[in-house]
């Protein structure tokens, strides 16, 4: 059985960039993620909390109120999920964290929560699943039985809703309809449910039985062609070649960000442009437990503590290829 195991979010690293899976799976290194996707991390815990339903008194204070700042045991695990994640007052786009996790709840909390009609079968339903040629994971945010149907509800808290391919050919409600028809014979319904788009929510998505079988096909190709991904392999698709999307989603360029060194700010807002957490040189600290198997890899040396410095070793990134050609030139 091949070592490579696939997640929706592993194959949409690899659809968009080449690179930063490179960088991600094979060297890594892994990004600490933004203020974006640590919000998310605190809204889904809550979600998990309030599902079971003698905390509905809370759901029901919540959405009466339309903000969780009146329902103190809520706003209490809030604040403690915020700064467990390192999440201050207010993010790099002047944004208040509070407030905008405050708005994702009341709006996941409105929108048929505790699936009206339905039985509610499982919660943050973790999953793995061995077919013939390939592997796959991942974590389902709800699963409800509707007579004989079933439908499962992920949440997102992204600031930007999937558009063109990336809505299309998603790789992760592909995977978790997979996941449901080889074990239970029944193709689910699935719902994204992006969490900052009030008025337009939703994406829903239904495969058919020959859509899903296709999809193992390609997840069979995928495998045999992740197994041996190498550097030339991390150079072969990237994102700055693609050029700027056409069908308004996130890739391409626009993924790379406009910086074009670190700490590049912009003349007229006097704030760093974005960049790709991959487009730039760092050195890269990797710390080894008494196995001599990775502990975690980081760029902030400020974190490793003492007793970690013992069994520390460092790497030179030269940064994403298509930024700093003429590191890669011995690539042929």
């Known amino acids: 059985m091949s070592n490579v195991v696939l997640s929706g979010s592993k194959l949409n690293v690899f659809s968009k960039c080449s690179w930063i899976y490179y960088a991600t799976y094979i060297l890594g290194i892994r990004s600490e993620g933004n203020s974006g996707s640590r919000r998310g991390s ?8 309030l599902l079971s339903k003698r905390r509905k008194k809370y759901v029901d204070k919540i959405l009466n109120d339309k903000t969780i700042k009146n329902c103190l045991p809520v706003l209490k695990l809030v604040q403690r999920l915020s700064k467990k994640n390192n999440l201050g007052e207010i993010d790099n786009k002047d944004q208040n964290n509070l407030d905008l996790i405050d ?18 079968e499982k919660a943050e339903t973790q ?3 061995k077919g013939d040629g390939y592997e796959i994971r991942g974590a389902i945010d709800k699963i409800a039985k509707y007579d004989e ?7 997102k808290s992204s600031s930007n809703k999937y558009k063109g391919e990336e809505s299309e050919f998603n790789e992760q ?11 239970y014979g ?4 699935f719902r994204f449910i992006f969490l900052r788009f009030e008025g337009d929510p939703f994406i829903d998505k239904y495969y058919t039985e020959n859509e899903i079988k296709g999809f193992e096909e390609y997840l069979i190709y995928i495998t045999k062609y992740l197994e041996d991904f190498d550097l030339k392999k991390g150079m072969s698709n990237m994102a700055a070649d693609k050029g700027y999307p056409k069908d308004g989603s996130f890739s391409g360029l626009t993924s790379c960000g406009y910086a074009k060194y670190p700490g590049h700010v912009s003349a007229k807002t006097g704030k760093e442009y974005w960049a790709c957490s991959y487009k730039f040189k760092k050195t890269y600290y990797y710390i080894f437990d008494d196995k001599q198997e990775v502990k975690y890899v980081t760029d902030k040396p400020e974190k490793i503590t003492e007793e970690e410095w013992k069994n520390v070793k460092t790497m030179e990134y030269a940064g ?3 930024w700093n050609r003429d590191k890669y030139d011995f690539v042929k």
Not at 186 to 189: C, H, T
């Open 42 to 49: 605190v809204v889904h815990v809550v979600f998990d909390c």
């Open 149 to 155: 149907n079933y439908k499962i509800f992920d949440y």
């Open 103 to 120: 708005s994702m709840i009341v709006t996941g909390l409105g929108l048929d929560f505790y699936c009206e009609g339905g039985n509610l």
């Open 127 to 129: 999953f793995s699943y």
């Open 320 to 322: 994403c290829p298509a």
């Open 186 to 189: 029944v193709i689910p319904f």
């Open 173 to 183: 409600s592909l995977i978790y309809s997979l996941w449901f028809y080889r074990l």
